[in-house]
């Protein structure tokens, strides 16, 4: 029997192993895009709070990420040492005017849903549970108000 496992077992290591190799992104506290075996930094942004009634609205310098993905279902590499992993929620930009919004509160948008995967230590895969259309997004850490942009192609 334990012969019959040891196989199994070794599998399930090494398919482990490889997901874990090569992926430790440069910075923590930065979420990365996954491009095969390469890693893409999302820019760093801070944005602006202005608050209406019932919302705020939150604005981002320039009208588009520098920081780009093809695909519609992005994954992140992301190394949490200040920013807790469970704090990032991800939504969809507006570009208006050379910049980048969005609204929050009673009639804002909502957060898309992310899944995390823990890699081992403090380092997490983030995927996006339902496909992205083209566009710009951020990923941003609750009661704060930096923000990690890229953008949908």
């Known amino acids: 029997m334990i012969l019959r496992l ?3 077992v ?3 290591l090494l398919a482990a192993h490889a997901q874990n190799s090569g992926l430790k992104p440069p910075k923590p506290d930065v979420p990365f895009l996954k491009h095969a075996d390469n890693l893409v930094s999302t820019e760093v942004a801070q944005a602006k709070e202005e ?3 019932d919302n705020s609205t939150y604005v981002i310098d320039g009208a588009a990420s520098p920081s780009k993905t093809p ?3 992005p994954i992140f590499i992301f190394e949490s040492e200040k920013v807790p992993v469970e704090s990032l929620q991800l939504y969809r930009l507006e570009s208006k005017g050379g910049h980048r919004e969005i609204t929050i509160g009673k009639k804002g ?3 898309i849903r992310l899944q995390v ?3 081992g230590g ?3 895969r983030i995927e996006v549970y339902d496909e992205l259309e083209a566009g710009e997004y951020s990923l941003s850490p609750n009661n704060s108000n930096t923000a990690f942009c890229f953008a949908v192609f």
């Open 6 to 8: 040891l196989p199994l």
């Open 10 to 12: 070794a599998a399930v």
């Open 51 to 53: 608050k209406k009634k």
């Open 71 to 73: 695909l519609a279902l």
């Open 109 to 111: 948008a909502e957060p």
């Open 117 to 119: 995967t823990p890699l």
């Open 122 to 124: 403090k380092l997490y």
